[in-house]
């Protein structure tokens, strides 16, 4: 065997070797599906004054960002009452989704990064989508779901957003809201969250757009809400 | 006087190139390069769709699985999206991504090396430096053209390549695009099965959109080996009549009998052909390697595995992507999704039982008809391991959209994000 042969075969196995196999063990153990509590945030309008529920036209989709600064949520008033739900995984395990909020039940809300491969609502443009009843997906012909176009995931908001069709691999993470009085607050989210992998992947867009990723990551405690079509330049629905 | 011949045709100038090729390979070295398996290594050879995502998945599956990733090029490039490159939609660069990330993320050994053989009884892969055990082998190895029963296609390939490779082919097609100033184009499509099947369609679209933004007149002679287009038919023959009317000969079911690169003309039985550039998109078979360690039948041409699982006849040695028999078209992101599905049930056996909830594989492809919109299609097969029943999705959408084109970016993107971040 040459030396440059040697090298170029055993390079990489003593590279792999340097790093300790308990480091890549630990940060690759599946999260544990549970709701984690973050920052209280009161969902806000343009102008600065709380939503009220009964301003969220079930006709629409809305965005905010939420737990951090750019991860973001679609918020649907879904028009009827959304129980609490079981929510099921591929490997037969379930766990509980509270089920919608609001005086009719009706408002949920999910982050919107989609959980096959992380296509996310942009300022250009937004492949995942709500579809309002009167709105419905050409994939399985109906409204009141959540889509990706890119690869045709699709996910029911009104069963926690339990993966209905597609290659997506677990659900969409909840959002759990919670009411006071007419005012509508994010506390915390519910299922396998997506945000270490969205923080890595997006970096450099992340931070064309928020300057750095320490100012992508900050936690909020109040969201603006938007439409989707005042954010995004092109909604992409299929 | 006539001039002194050397006496040796190109043909044979290249046939004898390639015996010189093929005599340097190098022997099976001896030397054991890792230490012993110990009832967890899984080694991926190929680092394409299917190997990447396999060895990520089986080691997001199950952190302990020591996986190495064996891979001959130091750099990835994608045959999705090449033909946007040909024609200028995207750069070179944007199909290019190195695997380091694999190792410094995911733990994955990644070896840059060349396979020489595998001994399957032994559960040993040789490189060229010396072997590697194994406990479970994931083969993803792609296509080789086959230029056996038509050499003519090794000449081909130099002069007008098939561009179903990923990387020096699209580069030198690209640039004889560049330089083509008009006159007779090709393109032939060898009979299915090959790689990607709508991709020789949406490469005559875009080769014909390209031709009209540059003001060149040019005809295009499209030779197929098929009847029809095998997947998006309406959608393609609709682009046809709408964009291309006139532009373009469509030869169908034709058996092309010789190629000569010298004269550019291409015989077949519907009659010839002269061209004055083109791509000529070889036959495909699964690479020989497979066949020499025994997973092939006879002159079959392509592995047969179980199509749920993709094990092979040897139990824990599967084969994924373009180089088995499945149900899905050969694509890059079919690969990547019957590498999860792989990875599910490799997992599984570590932990010392098989796998028993729901396989699904999944493929969804998108072809541009012109510079700016595209048609697509869905194929998904869940398979509920413990009932064995099969659930099978087809949707086609064959209105070619604006909207499908935008779809089709964020497609590959996402696959890239999947594979290598």
């Known amino acids: ?238 | 006087m006539p001039r002194k011949s050397s006496g040796v045709s190109r043909r044979e100038l290249l046939a004898a190139g390639g015996v010189m090729l093929a005599g340097s390979v190098v022997a099976k070295s001896t030397s054991r390069l890792m230490g012993p398996s110990r009832g967890k290594r899984i080694v991926v050879v190929g680092g394409g769709y299917g190997g990447v995502t396999a060895a990520k998945y089986v080691k997001k599956e199950n952190p302990e699985a020591e996986v190495v990733l064996i891979e001959k090029n130091q750099l990835f490039v994608s045959c999705p999206l090449s033909n946007h490159y040909l024609v200028g939609l995207i750069e070179y660069g944007q199909l290019c991504f190195p695997y380091n990330k694999l190792h410094t993320k995911y733990g994955v050994k990644v070896i840059n090396d060349v396979v020489v053989d595998i001994d399957l009884p032994k559960r040993r892969v040789y490189l060229s430096e010396g072997y590697i055990e194994y406990d479970y082998l994931i083969l993803s190895l792609g296509i080789e053209y086959d230029t056996e029963e038509f050499p003519f296609y090794e000449e081909t390939t130099w002069f007008f390549p098939g561009a179903f490779r990923p990387g020096s082919e699209h580069l030198y097609l690209k640039r004889l695009l560049e330089e083509f100033e008009g006159e007779n184009v090709v393109i032939t499509v060898p009979k299915m099965p090959y790689r990607c099947p709508p991709a020789p369609y949406e490469r005559a679209a875009l080769i014909l959109s390209y031709i009209r933004e540059n003001g060149l007149k040019a005809h295009m002679y499209f030779i197929d080996a098929n009847e029809y287009p095998p997947v998006l038919r309406d959608g393609f023959m609709k682009a046809y009549e709408d964009f291309y009317r006139g532009m373009a000969t469509y030869i169908t079911g034709a058996k092309i009998k010789d190629i000569d690169v010298g004269s550019k003309k291409i015989k077949t039985d519907k009659g010839d052909v002269r061209f004055d550039f083109g791509s000529i998109i070889p036959p495909m078979r699964a690479p020989k390697l497979l066949e020499r360690i025994g997973l092939i039948y006879g002159k079959e041409k392509w592995v047969r595995v179980d199509p749920m699982t993709f094990e092979t006849k040897v139990r824990n040695v599967f084969v994924i992507g373009d180089s088995c028999e499945s149900y899905l078209p050969k694509s890059g992101y079919a690969a990547n999704s019957q590498a999860k599905v792989v990875a599910k049930i490799v997992a599984s056996r570590m932990k010392g039982r098989e796998f028993g909830g729901e396989l699904i594989q999944h493929g969804v492809c998108y072809a541009m008809v012109n510079l700016r919109s595209a048609i697509m299609l869905e194929v998904e097969y869940k398979y509920n391991v413990r009932t064995k029943e099969i659930k099978k999705i087809l949707r086609e959408d064959n209105t070619w959209k604006v909207s499908t084109a935008k779809r089709y970016y964020e497609w590959a993107r996402g696959l890239w994000r999947d594979m290598f971040f």
């Open chain 1, 1 to 238: 065997m040459d030396r440059r042969g040697f090298i170029k075969t055993c390079t990489a196995v003593a590279a792999a070797s340097l790093a300790s196999p308990s480091f890549f063990i630990s940060s690759l153990r599946a999260q544990e599906v549970e709701f984690k509590a973050y920052k209280k945030a009161i969902l806000l309008k343009k102008d600065g004054t709380p939503l009220k529920p009964e301003e969220i036209d079930p006709e629409k989709q809305y965005l905010f960002f939420y737990p951090h600064r750019a991860t973001p949520c679609i918020l649907a008033n879904l028009g009827k009452e959304i129980p609490p739900a079981e929510v099921k995984l591929s490997d037969g395990t379930t766990y509980r989704w509270p089920g919608g909020v609001g005086p009719k039940k009706s408002i949920v809300a999910y982050c919107a990064i989609c959980p096959h491969q992380l296509s996310y609502p942009t300022p250009e443009f937004s492949f995942i989508n709500y579809y309002p009843e009167n709105i419905p997906s050409k994939i399985v012909k109906r409204g009141g779901v959540i889509q990706c176009c890119a690869h045709l995931s699709v996910f029911d908001p009104a069963k926690g957003g339990e993966v209905i069709d597609g290659p997506a691999p677990f659900p969409l993470t909840a959002i759990i809201l919670k009411q006071e009085g007419d005012k509508l607050y994010a506390v915390g989210t519910l299922g396998k969250e997506l945000y270490e992998d969205f923080f890595d992947v997006f970096k450099p867009d992340l931070r064309k757009l928020y300057k750095s990723s320490r100012k992508a990551k900050k936690l909020v405690d109040k969201c603006e809400v938007v439409e989707v079509e005042e954010y995004a330049k092109e909604v992409i629905r299929c």
